[in-house]
């Protein structure tokens, strides 16, 4: 890749790695003494949106403003360009059969990539008005899709095409079984990362534009997805930001984790991961060189941690799992 800022980056020679920073003892058995953070790939401009394909051994990730997918090949290492144009493409996910979901910022619109390679859309409109920009996405056991939709790809000419939002910060549902595009959440700024609890009764939804603090929220999640019990887990505090979520096995949420730009903020010292327990106490921190703008589970065994920071994508061997594979 030759499109963007390659970061040179050195694996730490002596385990533990530095680089992993035990915030509460709890952390402890998660992290796997003898491993390191590694840099898999670099040279992208924004990185977003990660998914592990096991079937195939590999994972794509979203490079926004250069208007493609990336995909990077587990044994071979080699990364190349899945999808250009991409339309922007921000939030992947497979869906419950398997196939490649995609929030698209200049098309405003949800996809689904068929078996064959044919694109079909599954919501673009909502009340008749455009969507402005989903942003991340995750399928339920059910086939039910979540997703939020931030107007961050209509903002400027960056990572999609200005324009002006027809509709209030949301976040949506498709129901599996009729296909109808619900809307169940708008009292949220900037809704960006979500993901779900082991078990899927509980949603995690970040709210990337809250003030005075970035913040994540739970909600349990009902029949027919009818949300409640509103709380909040995690509040970033000072001037950490939030942004794509991930959660293991254990409940434990693990998120992209970077600075609000407030000035004389020491962005390199909160860049990263930062880890959460199920009750929001922050028990670890992946430090990276770069901002995570988002992460998913993966590998083998679903316990490898791959991390789209910025201009490259990152990976760490964890002592758990993903909540689902």
Not at 36 to 43: H, I, K, P, R, T
Not at 268 to 295: K, Q, S, W, Y
């Amino acid at each position: 890749m030759t499109t963007g800022p390659h970061i040179p980056f050195q694996t730490q020679p002596r385990y533990p790695d530095p680089s992993i920073e035990v915030l509460d003892p709890r952390f402890l058995k998660l992290r796997l003494f003898s491993s390191s953070v590694e840099q898999l790939a670099s040279g992208l401009r924004w990185a977003e949106g990660p998914v592990w394909f096991g079937d195939g051994r590999y994972l794509l990730l979203s490079d926004i403003p250069n208007n493609r997918i990336m995909r990077w090949d587990d044994a071979s290492g080699h990364v190349s360009e899945f999808r250009a144009p991409s339309h922007n493409a921000n939030g992947l996910a497979r869906d419950h059969l398997g196939r490649l979901l995609t929030c698209e910022h200049q098309t405003r619109r949800v996809t689904r990539t068929e078996y064959n390679g044919r694109v079909t859309v599954l919501a673009d409109h909502f009340d008749g008005k455009r969507l402005n920009s989903p942003n991340d996405i995750v399928c339920q056991r059910t086939g039910a899709v979540w997703f939020t939709d931030p107007p961050f790809g209509i903002g400027g000419d960056w990572e999609g095409d200005a324009a002006p939002a027809e509709l209030p910060h949301a976040v949506y549902r498709i129901d599996p079984h009729s296909g109808v595009l619900q809307q169940v959440l708008i009292d949220l700024q900037g809704p960006n990362g979500l993901a779900f609890s082991p078990d899927e009764s509980v949603l995690y939804v970040v709210e990337s534009r809250a003030q005075p603090h970035r913040q994540v929220w739970a909600y349990r999640v009902g029949k027919d997805g009818a949300l409640s019990d509103k709380r909040l887990v995690i509040d970033a505090q000072g001037p950490g930001a939030l942004d794509g979520i991930a959660v293991d096995a254990t409940g434990h949420i693990w998120c992209g984790w970077g600075s609000d730009g407030s000035v004389g903020t020491d962005a390199a010292a909160l860049d990263g991961v930062r880890v959460f327990t199920p009750e929001g106490t922050a028990i670890g921190h992946i430090h990276l060189p770069e901002r995570c703008a988002n992460l998913c589970f993966g590998g083998a065994k679903y316990n490898r941690l791959f991390m789209a920071s910025s201009h490259s994508l990152y990976a760490l061997y964890t002592n758990t799992r993903g909540a689902t594979d």
